[in-house]
């Protein structure tokens, strides 16, 4: 056969591929316009906003109304501290990634709000994970939270996190290597630290 006759058999068959294209990406839409409706066809958890995903699909409606309760949250707290949607998300978890922003000129009152947003209302619906660490306090399941600091990550990524035992770390994580630089058990020691060293104006 010659080019020419190949690709005569080709040509019919790219169309038949690009028809099928367009079918996938009408129902594609279809299934995400469907999701949409479902989540906004009722009241929506703190728990649900922060899932990434619904049936499969990543759900602007969850990530609307998660913004709604950062918003009532920071509301209980001064403008010297406050939770941000990091737009990022826990790959291991499929949530949203709720970050902590400290003032330096935060007070210890206002870390004690901080505090007590974070443990009654954000990591009670925060997700663990595997750790992989090799500190024996931080072995099994942790939860981590992003740490939004003034140097913007130039030393590495800081995260506090919690193992199941109720002790908090502030976790640096520099070229796929990790290590602790603060711990303890008590929550509001870590805010203090984070508003000493990791603080964000």
Not at 121 to 149: A, M, N, Q
Not at 179 to 198: A, F, G, M, P, T
Request: hydrophobic share 35%.
């Amino acid at each position: 056969m010659t080019v020419s006759e190949l690709r005569n058999l080709i040509s019919p068959l790219i169309e038949q591929r690009n028809l099928l294209n367009d079918q996938i990406r009408e129902l594609n839409d279809k299934i995400k316009e469907v999701v949409e409706l479902d989540a906004g066809s009722r009241p929506i958890t703190f728990a649900e906003s922060l899932e990434v995903y619904k049936d499969g699909v990543e759900c602007r409606t969850y990530r609307k109304a998660l913004d709604k309760y950062i918003k009532a949250l920071n509301a209980k707290l001064s403008e010297n501290t406050r939770i941000n949607n990091s737009f990022g998300y826990n790959e291991k978890t499929k949530q949203y990634e709720i970050e902590i922003v400290i003032n330096k000129s935060a007070s210890d009152e206002d870390l004690i709000a901080l505090s007590n947003v974070l443990l009654n209302h954000v990591l009670p619906h925060t997700k663990s994970y595997e750790s992989k660490l090799e500190i024996d306090e931080f072995k099994g399941l942790i939860k981590c939270l992003p740490i939004s600091e003034y140097s913007l990550c130039e030393d590495g990524v800081y995260n506090v996190i919690q193992n199941g035992k109720g002790g908090f770390a502030i976790l640096l994580t520099r070229y796929h290597r990790n290590s602790l630089v603060y711990q303890s058990n008590s929550l509001v020691n870590v805010l203090k630290e984070i508003r000493q060293h990791y603080w964000y104006q």
